[in-house]
């Protein structure tokens, strides 16, 4: 066998991803908080590009949804446009009677100069340590023991390292541990639940015998283990009952009633409203939406200067170019989300028409065929993009549901569906009448929907309802 050198010539075709298209793709999976941030970071590079003024009457992209014509409606305006010119009161706009005249045009006014700094957890505590008759050296433990508490108010610290740490004994810092498991809120510097519960009681005067060893034994609770709970208190129902009262209304994480940071919230990048002719109205949420201008004056100007610099006028065209590019894929990006947006509406309308009982299933593929777009684009697209509807706020990954086979033949439902008839029956059972698994699927089949006892008891757990044996000890202790 002979082996030659040869060349060939041969012609075929393949896709190259380029990295602003490798951009664009990522632009749709941002949130809008990380979308802000990739705009700022590119404003600062790129000395063409800014921020268009806040109009205040952009209310951004409006599709219409029909009930007489299930497609999208025609209605589509530019995303760097203004929409409407009229646009009626945003669903929970905040009003104030606060003077606005001295507030500058083109600024709005923020949501936290109404609200008051609340007051954290841990500035509430050093307030207590200031107050406290300390010694130098026990401020500096019980500073020291401060610093070491969670959000939730307990203490994660090895008291003996803490104690080294600070060239101290472990037992001056069980003394100063002790003093400070009586500050405000009760419950506080405990170190596992059994001693937060402990504190408590023991501030409200109820820690006895028999409340100690039900605090001792809190894993048969959480096991509803009512007659072992019994016997180890040597207590009646009664008794226990009484004590199951106490238990409950302690505290089992005080420091949450303090806010550890700003205010959190959701804000939704679509909005579903009723439409007045019927169907639903789907718009962008403005506030998500930032809009970028080029500043052709200043390109004119420095393209002027730098018209003999080769080298300038190179980097003056890229920016001008990446500029176009970044304008161009943040409408994309826009027009894409309100796209599908609207295509679930269409597919869920029952749900926002009825409620939760009526979401149909769904998946990615069904939702790309409907728009001609690839089930990785839609994937990214309702990744932590939340939308504002009549029932709530939820995330566009909410409704798209496995489904469930239909016993009778007819369509098939929604696994979130069936997760909240599951839960409705549960909710109404009485002391004497607790369903189990298989009564559940028993049910479920009378209405239509085939499914297995097993997937009744994974919907059930993954809900945190517990089986029919602990509701029933349940139900009858608190009858």
């Given at each position: 066998?002979?082996?030659?050198a040869s060349?060939?010539?041969?012609q075929?075709?393949?896709?190259?991803?380029?990295?602003?298209l490798?951009?664009s793709?990522?632009l749709?999976?941002l949130?809008h908080?990380?979308l802000r941030q990739f705009v700022?970071?590119?404003i600062?590079?790129?000395?063409?590009l800014?921020?268009?003024?806040?109009?205040?009457?952009?209310?951004?992209?409006v599709?219409?949804?029909?009930?007489?014509?299930?497609?999208?409606?025609?209605?589509?305006n530019?995303?760097d446009?203004?929409t409407?010119t009229?646009?009626?009161?945003?669903p929970?706009?905040w009003?104030s009677?606060?003077?606005?005249?001295?507030i500058?045009?083109?600024?709005s006014l923020?949501l936290?100069?109404?609200?008051?700094?609340?007051?954290?957890?841990?500035d509430h505590?050093?307030?207590?340590?200031?107050l406290?008759?300390?010694?130098?050296?026990?401020?500096?433990i019980?500073r020291a023991?401060s610093?070491?508490?969670e959000?939730?108010?307990?203490?994660?610290?090895?008291?003996l390292?803490?104690?080294g740490s600070?060239?101290v004994?472990?037992?001056d810092?069980e003394?100063v541990l002790?003093?400070?498991?009586?500050?405000?809120?009760?419950?506080?510097f405990a170190?596992?639940l059994?001693e937060?519960?402990?504190i408590?009681?023991?501030?409200?005067?109820r820690f006895?015998?028999?409340i100690?060893t039900?605090?001792?034994?809190?894993e048969?609770?959480?096991?509803r283990?009512f007659q072992?709970l019994?016997?180890?208190c040597?207590?009646g129902?009664?008794?226990l009952l009484?004590?199951?009262h106490?238990?409950?209304?302690?505290d089992?994480?005080p420091?949450?009633?303090?806010?550890?940071g700003?205010?959190e919230s959701?804000?939704?990048d679509?909005?579903?409203?009723?439409s007045p002719?019927?169907?639903?109205?789907?718009?962008?949420e403005?506030d998500?939406l930032?809009?970028?201008l080029?500043?052709?004056?200043?390109?004119?100007?420095v393209?002027?200067?730098t018209?003999?610099?080769?080298?300038?006028?190179?980097?003056?065209?890229e920016?001008?170019q990446?500029?176009?590019?970044l304008?161009?894929?943040?409408?994309?990006?826009a027009k894409t989300?309100l796209k599908?947006a609207?295509?679930?509406?269409r597919?869920?309308?029952?749900f926002f028409?009825?409620?939760?009982?009526h979401l149909r299933p769904l998946?990615?593929?069904?939702?790309?065929?409907a728009i001609?777009?690839?089930?990785?684009?839609?994937s990214r697209v309702?990744?932590?993009?939340?939308?504002?509807?009549?029932?709530?706020?939820?995330?566009l990954k909410y409704f798209?549901?496995v489904?469930?086979a239909?016993s009778?033949g007819?369509?098939?439902?929604?696994?979130?569906?069936?997760?909240?008839r599951?839960?409705?029956?549960v909710?109404?059972?009485?002391?004497?009448d607790?369903?189990s698994?298989?009564?559940i699927?028993?049910r479920?089949?009378?209405?239509?929907?085939?499914?297995?006892?097993?997937?009744?008891?994974?919907y059930?757990?993954?809900?945190?309802?517990?089986s029919?044996?602990?509701r029933r000890r349940?139900k009858?202790?608190?009858?």
């Open positions: 066998m002979r082996f030659s060349q060939l010539q041969r075929k075709q393949s896709l190259s991803i380029t990295p602003q490798i951009e793709i990522r749709l999976q949130t908080a990380e700022e970071q590119e600062e590079k790129n000395p063409l800014e921020l268009a003024p806040n109009d205040g009457g952009a209310l951004g992209d599709l219409s949804t029909s009930a007489e014509d299930p497609h999208i409606g025609a209605r589509e530019d995303v446009e203004p409407r009229g646009a009626p009161e945003q929970m706009q009003k009677t606060r003077d606005t005249t001295s500058p045009p083109g600024q923020a936290g100069e109404f609200t008051a700094s609340a007051e954290t957890l841990h505590v050093a307030r207590q340590i200031a406290t008759a300390y010694t130098p050296q026990e401020r500096l019980a023991l610093d070491h508490l959000d939730t108010g307990y203490l994660q610290v090895d008291l390292e803490l104690a600070l060239n004994r472990e037992a810092v003394r002790r003093t400070l498991q009586l500050f405000d809120p009760p419950g506080i170190r596992t059994s937060c519960l402990e408590q009681l023991r501030q409200r005067d006895d015998p028999a100690a039900l605090v001792a034994n809190l048969m609770l959480a096991q283990d072992a019994k016997r180890h040597g207590v129902e009664d008794d009484d004590m199951l106490e238990i409950r209304a302690l089992p994480k420091g949450n009633r303090f806010q550890s700003g205010p959701i804000i939704p679509v909005w579903v409203q009723p002719g019927g169907g639903w109205q789907i718009e962008l403005p998500t930032p809009k970028l080029i500043n052709q004056t200043y390109f004119a100007e393209s002027r200067v018209a003999h610099n080769s080298k300038d006028q190179a980097f003056l065209n920016c001008f990446n500029a176009n590019w304008i161009r894929s943040l409408d994309q990006r989300i599908v609207a295509e679930i509406v597919q869920q309308d029952a028409e009825h409620g939760i009982a998946n990615l593929r069904t939702v790309a065929d001609n777009m690839h089930e990785s684009t839609i309702t990744s932590h993009k939340y939308m504002l509807t009549p029932r709530g706020v939820f995330e798209f549901t489904a469930i239909s009778q007819g369509d098939a439902h929604s696994a979130e569906a069936v997760r909240h599951i839960k409705a029956m909710a109404v059972e009485s002391p004497d607790v369903l698994d298989d009564d699927v028993v479920l089949k009378e209405t239509g929907i085939d499914i297995a006892r097993r997937t009744v008891a994974k059930r757990e993954a809900m945190n309802i517990p029919s044996v602990q349940e009858r202790l608190w009858a």
